[in-house]
Structure formats: C-alpha cells, structure tokens
C-alpha cells in the first residue's frame, strides 16, 4: 500500500509511549500497533483526529503517500 506511518518516529520525538498514546486517545495497543506497524488498511477520521490532538501534530507527520507499483491498487472492476 503507499501509505506508510511514521507513528514510531512521532512518538519518539514526544517522548511518549504506545501504552500511554493509547489510554489518551481510547484505543487498544494492539489496533495502535497494527496502525504503527503499517498493517492497517484504513484509520477513521476520529482516531486520526485524536492522535493528532494528543500528539500535538498534523495528519501528514503521521501519514504519508509513497508511490508503489501499481498492483496495491484494486482493479477497476472493483
């Protein structure tokens, strides 16, 4: 998929756990860790909302596009 997390490098720089990011933001350490593991295949608009309020960030330090080949793509008959 090209969309990669940068969840670890953020928490990084807040000095701040999964453990302690999850008990802010009301969601389990282990749908944080399949997010900040990139094995996540979509994130509401409210969990990414709540990250980026408690990490005092914008939705592009948590998420990236990185062009891939094309075969992450669904096909157009759906």
């Known amino acids: 998929m090209p969309i990669r997390v940068q969840l670890d ?3 990084l720089e807040r000095r ?7 008990d802010r933001v009301g969601v389990t350490i282990a749908n ?3 997010l900040k593991t990139g094995k996540a295949r979509a994130v509401r ?4 909302a709540a990250l980026c309020r408690e990490l005092d960030c914008q ?4 998420l990236f596009y990185e062009p891939g080949p094309s075969d992450d ?4 008959d759906g």
């Not at 608009?45 to 990414?48: D, G, N, P, V």
């Not at 939705?59 to 948590?62: A, Q, R, S, W």
């Not at 793509?73 to 157009?76: I, R």
Request: aromatic share 4%.
């Open 45 to 48: 608009f409210s969990t990414l």
């Open 73 to 76: 793509l669904p096909d157009d």
């Open 9 to 11: 490098r953020v928490l």
């Open 32 to 34: 944080l860790s399949i």
């Open 59 to 62: 939705p592009g330090d948590i």
């Open 16 to 22: 701040m756990s999964l453990t302690e990011l999850a």
